[in-house]
């Protein structure tokens, strides 16, 4: 019998469907090919279009829709007329923390055939994974507005940083870290975040030594920005608070061939609720219905999706073929100095994971 897999789709706004349907174009192959597997997809409607209808972003009871199945695979959100605030509070960081999605992972790798603008650096160069808090800090929603609209108006914006919270990530990228054998790394700035980025950084030692094998550095948010882009080769696993981190994998994103190739998994390391995976491009509504959107970064994240299932292999096999489109670089999106369609890129990517699968099989 085959093990299914049941996956609720948010397409959302701009080209969040269109890069979508590859992915799950792809993701469909990869079970037909398999045979011990199947998805099962469902969509739903909500994003920045349905609030425009609805006055919401998703449904009163999203949260119970959503909840029985074993993944989310987010588009964009983002359309003119609505603001940011709403779209990322009332539906993204929504289902970041009513499903308990503390860890964020964001692949920082320059993929083979991906464009890069930084000069002599190697593709061996860039190869980082980030870690970043995904639940609290900066992103909590604690604060105050006072005395709105008065000479002396205030806004207070307070950052969460927990015990709880703090360690368990630290803790999560530890083990990772192990798990690969390379460095650590702790972001932070704590010279001038007189508490809670003192507490973090106390936090990491003190769980340092439990990982005395794990090799540690630790450098503060400024100084590693100016790394990301000098010498990115200094990162291996990295580990950051939800500011920081949001910031940095942007950066990191600009080093490893554009927003076109970056994605990211929002996850639930205890699997009590479903883990989510996303393109991290935003929904681009100037490009929307054209067919050049790039769909390269929500194929990367159906593969962070298969590496979640613990069908690690075809994870692999879905970033050697993007590799491989991208070497050859006759079928590309314009955003990639190519003139193909978003369904071209999405079928080439296809025909080399059927190739593949004939050689080794």
């Given amino acids: 019998m085959k093990k299914q897999y049941k996956v609720a789709v948010i397409a959302g706004d701009g080209i969040g469907p269109e890069v979508l349907d590859e992915g799950i174009k792809i993701l469909?192959?990869?079970?037909?090919?398999?045979?011990?597997?199947?998805?099962?997809?469902?969509?739903f409607p909500w994003g920045c279009e349905y609030y425009l209808k609805h006055g919401k972003m998703m449904a009163d009871d999203g949260l119970e829709q959503l909840q029985s199945f074993d993944a989310i695979y987010l588009g964009a959100v983002g359309y003119p007329g609505v603001p940011d605030h709403i779209s990322l509070w009332d539906l993204l960081l929504k289902i970041r923390k009513g499903f308990n999605q503390y860890v964020?992972?964001?692949?920082?790798?320059l993929l083979e055939g991906a464009p890069c603008p930084?000069?002599?650096?190697?593709?061996e160069q860039i190869n980082m994974l980030v870690i970043r808090e995904n639940s609290e800090g900066e992103y909590a929603g604690a604060g105050e507005w006072l005395f709105k609209g008065q000479p002396h108006e205030v806004a207070l914006q307070t950052g969460i940083f927990s015990r709880v919270g703090t360690e368990r990530i630290i803790r999560y990228a530890f083990e990772e870290a192990r798990k690969q054998g390379r460095s650590l790394t702790s972001i932070s700035k704590g010279n001038a975040l007189n508490y809670s980025m003192v507490f973090w950084d106390q936090v990491f030692e003190e769980v340092a030594k439990e990982y005395p094998d794990v090799k540690t550095y630790s450098y503060l948010v400024d100084a590693a920005a100016m790394f990301f882009v000098k010498q990115p080769w200094r990162f291996e696993v990295v580990v950051t608070s939800n500011l920081f981190g949001d910031i940095i994998t942007d950066l990191g994103a600009a080093i490893a061939g554009g927003l076109g190739l970056a994605a990211g998994a929002n996850i639930n390391p205890e699997r009590e609720y479903p883990s989510m995976f996303e393109p991290i491009h935003g929904s681009a509504p100037d490009?929307?219905?054209?067919?050049i959107a790039n769909p390269l970064a929500s194929i990367w994240s159906a593969s962070q999706m298969l590496d979640f299932f613990n069908q690690e292999d075809w994870g692999k096999r879905l970033l050697s073929a993007m590799e491989q489109v991208m070497?050859?670089?006759?079928?590309?999106?314009p955003d990639m100095g190519?003139?193909?369609?978003t369904q071209e890129v999405g079928d080439a990517v296809v025909q080399k994971i059927e190739v593949s699968f004939q050689i080794t099989s």
Avoid: C, H, M, Y
């Fill in 338 to 341: 190519g003139t193909a369609s």
């Fill in 104 to 109: 964020n992972i964001r692949p920082i790798t």
């Fill in 287 to 291: 490009i929307a219905g054209k067919g």
């Fill in 118 to 123: 930084l000069k002599d650096v190697t593709r």
């Fill in 28 to 43: 469909n192959k990869v079970a037909q090919l398999d045979g011990s597997f199947e998805f099962e997809f469902t969509q």
């Fill in 327 to 333: 070497s050859e670089g006759t079928v590309l999106t």
